[in-house]
């Protein structure tokens, strides 16, 4: 179970996993676990996984001049979800991500099942 902010607009939170005496806390529904796997598939930036310098949404090169488009950032994005949030034979339920900036002119992202 992933720890999340009461008010997303709190600046000091980070995304966590709830560990209770040494073990992860379970998801109440399994259904949970796939919409758990394709936020982290967004959240998760390339190069922040030790190990594993590929996995991840290359979001840092937005920023950087001429590097990357929304268009690719999308790109990226969905394609990790469609590779983490899978259950084997399970329901696959659509999942698409909606951008949006703020007034700082960052970036923010909402998943959406369909």
Not at 3 to 32: Q, T, Y
Not at 45 to 73: A, C, H, M, Q
Not at 78 to 103: C, F, H, L, M, W
Request: a negative charge; hydrophobic letters at 30%; one cysteine or more.
């Amino acid at each position: 179970m992933l720890i999340m902010p009461a008010d997303p607009h709190d600046k000091s939170w980070c995304l966590d996993i709830d560990i209770v005496d040494g073990f992860p806390r379970l998801v109440p529904f399994e259904r949970n676990t796939q919409d758990q796997r394709a936020a982290v598939s967004a959240y998760t930036f390339r190069g922040t996984i030790p190990g594993k310098p590929d996995v991840g949404v290359d979001w840092s090169s937005l920023y950087e001049d001429n590097k990357s488009t929304l268009v690719n950032i999308d790109n990226e994005v969905r394609q990790a979800i469609q590779e983490n949030a899978a259950i084997p034979e399970g329901p696959n339920s659509t999942y698409v991500p909606t951008y949006s900036t703020d007034k700082s002119g960052g970036i923010s992202i909402t998943i959406y099942q369909g």
